[in-house]
């Protein structure tokens, strides 16, 4: 009797030992600084909120949420080292109570089939559609300004517009080019059951009807370039569920995105009608104005110069995705002399640092100019950067482009005859997207010469 009450004893002990060397650990660590208070999170505008606690608590500080740290950055360089030079600690997301997330690509947690299922996707969208993506935009954009031809200048909601031309791009990408158009398909994104019944459809409709060696869209190279690596080297856990889990992602992570950045542009371009002008004049000039019928390569964007800086300044002000998705550490880590222990929860303030008083010059200000000054870049970090860096960011600048490039050559924006210009401020933070108010713009096709409607000089 005395042996087992002396073995509790001893475990106790040492359990007790542990768990004071896990505390005198802790209190040792420097730790950023904690912000006081708890209902952070639900402010109405959370990343210009989390942005101002800088003020006193610099770019690194701690947030309580419930019984966790979680600790936000707000500004370029402090993200720049977690997401880039320290990329591996930071790669992980949290993972959620009762939900298995492991096929899943976005919220998936970092792990070595994680690597090879990213891998695979963004192999998909760039080399399987390379050279079938952009005439697919382009074709698909040519039809959106033929819809909005025959509206004749009446107020219509362009986003409802932007949403269904994203969601037809994805469609046409992932699934083929037999499904369009299906205005079916664009609720596809909303209801999951649905969406999972069609993903799930549209798989063994490939996997029957697939030839080796060949791939007609995205979900044939995903399913070929799964049944190689489970060929090849060991590398097999992918299969079907995760390619389930890419479509999936595409659908939700490449509509809505690409089409609020086009309607917080066409909103910008209201209230700045001096830089549409300047728009077209740039574009007539170098493409000639041919009313969108002509072919619009991405390849020549060097030479619209105030697209791209219209286009990367939208981003830096309005990044759709402004908090990214949460990060967790996956191992004890630092950042600006901060300890970061292992799974702390990590939130980059994408918006916050695009608006950092040390990098832009009026950092408030929609002056696309910013980047046309020698030297200056327009990469922002809106699109996150690092393992985790947006898988579609190749394909959403390819559709900006592409789509205000075609918009603007076709069609001067107005604002409602009764004058009405769209709110610039977003939708309360409500999620993961920075979501624009509804609003009505007027497309008045530009009045063309025929003469001017012959072949571009850039195709
Ligand atoms: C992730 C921005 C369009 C698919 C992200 C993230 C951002 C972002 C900030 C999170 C990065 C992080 O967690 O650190 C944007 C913006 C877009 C856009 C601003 C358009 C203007 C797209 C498109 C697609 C897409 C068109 C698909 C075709 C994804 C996926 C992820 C992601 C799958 C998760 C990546 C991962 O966890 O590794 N995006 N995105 N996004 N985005 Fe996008």
Redesign the pocket.
Known sequence: MVLPGLWLLLLLLLAGTRWLWGQWKFWNLHLPPLAPGFLHFLQPNLPIYLLGLTRKLGPVYRIRMGLQDVVVLNSNSTIKEA?IKKWVDF?G?PTVPYEKLDLD????DYSST?RTH?KL?RSA?MVGMRGSTEPIVEQLTQEFCKRMRAQAGAPVDIHQEFSFL?CSI?CY?TFGDKFLPNPGLWKLKRFRENRDRIVKQQLKLHQDSRVAGQWRDMIDYMLQGMEQLSEGHGAGELHEGHVHM?VV???????E??A??LSWTVAFLLHHPEIQKRLQEELDLRLGPSGGSSQILYKNRAQLPLLMATIAEV?RLR?????????RTTRASSISGYDIPKDTIII?N?QGANLDETVWELPTQFWPDRFLEPGKSPRT?????????????P???L??FVILAHLLQAFTLLPPPDGTLPSLKPQNYSGVNLLIHPFQVRLQPRNLAPQDQGQSPLT
């Open positions: 997401l790669a997301r690509l976005s919220r998936g994680w990213k996707s969208l994203t994805i990408l890419s992602d595409l659908f939700i992570g490449g509509t995105t690409t609020t950045t981003l990044p759709v995705v402004p908090l990214a998705l949460p990060h980059p994408i970090l809106s699109f996150g950067c690092g393992a985790r860096v947006c898988l579609g960011e394909l959403a600048q559709e900006l």
